[in-house]
Every structure is written in C-alpha cells, then in structure tokens.
C-alpha cells in the first residue's frame, strides 16, 4: 500500500536538496508534484485541495523561516498534515455491559466476512476478549457457511442461522445467547449488496436500532479508491457509523482510499486488512502510516509485531546454542524463514523499514514470499541428517531434495549459498557482532529523523 505515493514524494521531495532554504518559487514547483503524486494515488480532489493549501501555508511561514534543510523541513509538514487529514488513532470502545455488539456494514465482495472473522481474532488475542460470530446474510447461505468455518479457524463461538430467518430475530437471538453465556463481543456480518440500495439501507437501519451496537463499522475495499470514500459518505447518512474497516489494502499500491475517508465521512479508520489470512489485520494508526508514505517505514510496529510473534523459546535457544560455538544449521534457517513469514512476510517487512523505498525498484520487484516458501519446501524435503549436516549435500541428493520439494537443482544451490551467508553472519553475531551492528544503527533511530 502506498507504494507508487512513496516513490513519487521521494522523487519530489529529493529535488529539494542543495537548495539554501524554502522559497515560494522552489515551494510552488516541489507542491506541483505533491498534487499530482495525490491524485495519481486516487485520493479525492477536494481531500488534495485542502492538503496542498495547509502545507504551502505553513511551508512559506514562520515554521521554517530559519531552516537550514529544506527537504527535512518540507518532510516534516508534510507528515504532519498526513497525519491531519487521517486523523488520530481511535480504538474499539467496548466499554460497556457485555455483550459489547459491532455491527459489521458494507458493499458486497468488501471483505465483510473475513473482516468479521479476523477482528473476532483480534479481540481474542489482543483484547482477551470471548467472541461470537453471527451472519445476518440469509440472501447467501454460502456466507453463512463461510462464517461457521472462519469461526472454527479463530476460537471464537458461532451462532447458526438460517436463510429462512428474519435478519433481525437472528441478530437478536445471538445477543441472547451471548449474554447467557457471559461472552464478551458480539460480531454480526451483515448482507451486502452489488450497490447501495434503498432495500439494503431499510434492513441494516432495522438492525441497527434492534440492537444499538455499541461499534458500527463501515468495510470497504481500498482498492476502489475515492469510490470508498464516497460509498461510505452514503453508509454514515444512513447509519451513524463509529468507523471504517479498510480491507485489501496489501493490493492497493496507490492508498487514495486511506487518505481520503476521514476528511469525507469524519470518520475514523479503525483497521486495516492487510492480506488473506484471518491473523491479517492490523489498527490504524495515522503517524505510523504518514511515516510509511514518505519512506521512514514503521519501526514501531515492526517491533510490536516481532514482540508478539517472534518465538521466543526458540530464538532463546538459538542464541544459547550460537554462544557455545555451535553451527547454525539448516533447521535454524528454516525457523528463521517461518518466523519472518509469520510476521508479514518478506513484503510487509520491506514496507515498515526505514530507507526501503530508497531501493531500486528492480530490488524491491524481487521481493517475494514465494521464494521463501520455496525454500522452506527446500529445506523440508532435506533428511534430519542433511539439515544438521548441511556440507553432505551433492549431486545425487541434490536432485533427490529438488525432486521432493518440486523445485529444479539449481534452487537447492541458491538455498544453500544463501544459507552458508546467514550461517558466516551468525558466526560474526555469535562472536560480539551484534553490538557493532547495533552501534552502526545507533544513527538511523527513529528518535533521530528531523521530527
């Protein structure tokens, strides 16, 4: 997401290097192509008027009247007024006597379902909270279906409904069967139509003031750009929505949508989906997201999400293992590999580091989670005596390795080049090399960006 905005502010905000300071002249120029980056990323004319204009007022100010660097200068409003037209971060209040209902709203294909399957997830890890899942969609009993199944996947309760039911009695019976059995939230998935409908709106107008939940939040497909914002203008004149859920966001590489939603409705996005699986969905949070558009990745959550899904065991095993001289052997890298999956994959780490949009877009192309998958499909076609013994491999097992994993020979030999280099960097960790490495990234800390 963001991708193509990115690389063109980088481009644009570059030019400004070598110049003294801030004029209007080098201002108006530098601005030009921060419009035409806005709206080559879909976001709403009026949304890039208003930004435009906040950023050239404050630009030509006294805010930096004695800057030295321009390019830090103009970087800094910039984000700043990212960061204004997104808004600030605002959680789910479920601050109220269980069950807490959300009701889920939206177009058909938006991702309702999974969205409601993945924040059922979410609650359950992060908030610790018990779960229900019911589908108000008798008009496709295969979402209904899809929703039980989902519900198996994330630990949560599902409440069964049928297509001959009313939409109402079935949500009304789901939050009595909660408040019997003291769960925490309850998610209804809602019927969603092909666009928006007087039918549509009477029935989720029905339900809304059946159950008054206490979250109404409005899933919409990013990758319809200004369209989203506009499809959920005509939700929030219908329903007083409390947020937006932006889904397929890891197939958007302009972002118009995000950009564009809160200045349009005056709501906030809550989350955003980030990929297929039902562990794919992350906050909002518009700091961390302004950071990313102008290539200062995300730390933050980089490291929130390695506290979460890293194991720990494991890398505490490893590190032990490393300090009493053993080898790092192939079982190591395969770990590795599956860590790094878990936590995004090599495409979501690449979007939160720092300077990645920096890389030359022939690099950042060969970013894929297929390879690593590969080679973890390498790895455990190898026996248990390959995979400690790394240097037994040959001709003859080699083919055995490529055949079994469905890969050609000369995959199984980038694998183990690539591994004997992780394995020579472990060797240099294991022997102090880690408080150098964190010595030379010392400067490169967020806290010492120019903001």
């Not at 496709?140 to 409440?159: H, K, N, W, Y």
């Not at 219908?238 to 409705?265: E, F, Q």
């Not at 690593?372 to 499909?377: I, K, N, Q, S, W």
Request: charged share 30%.
């Amino acid at each position: 997401m963001f991708d193509s905005l990115t690389e063109r502010l980088s481009r644009t905000i570059k030019t400004l290097r070598g110049q003294g300071r801030l004029t209007e002249e080098n201002i108006k120029d530098t601005l030009r192509e921060v419009r035409m980056a806005l709206l080559e990323a879909d976001v709403a004319l009026p949304v890039v008027r208003d930004f435009i204009a906040r950023v050239r007022e404050r630009a030509v100010g006294q805010d930096v009247l004695h800057s030295l660097s321009p390019g830090q200068a103009l970087v800094k409003i910039v984000h700043d007024e990212l960061i204004g037209i997104m808004g600030e971060a605002e959680d789910l209040d479920l601050s109220v006597s269980p069950p807490a209902v959300v009701l889920m709203a939206g177009l058909q294909g938006s991702g309702k379902t999974t969205s409601s399957a993945k924040l059922a997830r979410w609650l359950h890890e992060r908030r610790k909270k018990t779960v229900l899942l019911a589908s108000c969609d008798v008009y496709r009993p295969a979402a209904i279906d899809q929703l039980r199944t989902l519900a198996g996947e994330v630990g949560a309760e599902f409440f069964p409904s049928d297509p001959s039911q009313d939409p109402v009695d079935i949500a009304e019976a789901a939050v009595a069967r909660a408040r019997k059995q003291f769960i925490d939230v309850v998610i209804i998935d809602t019927a969603g139509r092909l666009h928006v409908d007087a039918e549509m709106m009477d029935e989720i107008r029905r339900l809304h003031q059946a159950l008054t939940p206490v979250e109404t939040l409005f899933v919409v497909d990013s990758m319809t750009g200004q369209d989203a914002a506009n499809t959920a203008k005509a939700f929030h004149e219908a329903l007083p929505l409390t947020g937006v859920v932006l889904t397929k966001t890891d197939g958007d590489a302009r972002g118009g949508a995000a950009l564009s939603i809160r200045a349009i409705t005056g709501k906030p996005i809550k989350f955003l989906g980030v990929g297929e699986k039902v562990a794919a969905l992350e906050p909002f949070y518009p700091d961390r997201v302004a950071s990313r558009i102008l290539g200062m990745g995300d730390v933050l959550s980089l490291v929130e999400e390695a506290e979460r899904k890293v194991d720990k065991d494991k890398a505490e095993k490893l590190a032990r293992k490393l300090k009493k001289g053993k080898r790092f052997d192939l079982e190591d890298f395969r770990d590795q590999l599956q860590q790094m999956m878990g936590m995004g994959g090599l495409a979501g780490l690449m979007d939160k580091l720092p300077g990645a949009a920096d890389l030359p877009k022939e690099v950042r192309s060969q970013v894929d989670d297929r390879q690593v998958h590969r080679m973890v499909a390498i790895v455990n076609s190898m026996t248990a005596q390959e995979r400690r013994h790394p240097d037994l491999i040959r001709g003859s097992r080699k083919r055995r390795i490529a055949a079994g994993s469905g890969t050609q020979v000369q995959d199984v030999n980038r694998l183990l080049k690539q591994f004997n280099q992780m394995q020579k960097m472990m060797k240099k960790l294991s022997k102090g090399g880690m408080q150098k490495m964190m010595r030379g990234l010392k400067g490169r800390l967020p806290q010492d960006l120019p903001f």
